[in-house]
């Protein structure tokens, strides 16, 4: 499986992007796409994430309210919009893939909010937020 994402850039404060993660080698089912980010200097951090389980957008704290994720199981893909843009977005930002079988009881499918639980990373992309 390979995770490629997309988008990054230097931005502007209060403006919008939108990162994608592609996704290949995989069967675009039961399966979770995560975005997570790492600032300089600080821990890697879980942002939001979306399965193919219930579709059920997932958020964090921090950043609900100004990102939208999305599906795209056509083009096995994920997109991450992140509005409102500010200094403290400055990060790499990956995707990261979680999979469970077919049989997998209930409560191992769908989204994980841990850095560990995650089976597979993208290389990242770089926002950078600049006045």
């Known amino acids: 499986v390979q995770l490629v994402e997309s988008g990054g850039g230097l931005v502007q404060p209060g403006q919008s992007l939108t990162l994608s993660c592609s996704v290949s080698?995989?069967?675009?089912?039961?399966?979770?796409i995560g975005w997570f980010r790492q600032a300089p200097e600080k821990e890697r951090e879980w942002i939001s994430c979306?399965?193919?389980?219930?579709?059920?957008?997932d958020y964090a704290d921090s950043v609900k309210g100004r990102i939208t994720i999305s599906m795209d199981a056509v083009k096995n893909s994920v997109h991450l919009r992140i509005h409102r843009l500010k200094p403290d977005d400055t990060a790499i930002y990956s995707c990261a893939i979680y999979v469970w079988g077919f049989y997998s009881p209930s409560n191992v499918r769908g989204c994980r909010h841990r850095v560990g639980d995650w089976d597979a990373w993208g290389q990242g992309t770089q926002v950078t937020v600049f006045s």
């Open positions: 979306i399965s193919t389980h219930d579709e059920n957008p």
């Open positions: 080698g995989i069967t675009f089912e039961n399966l979770a």
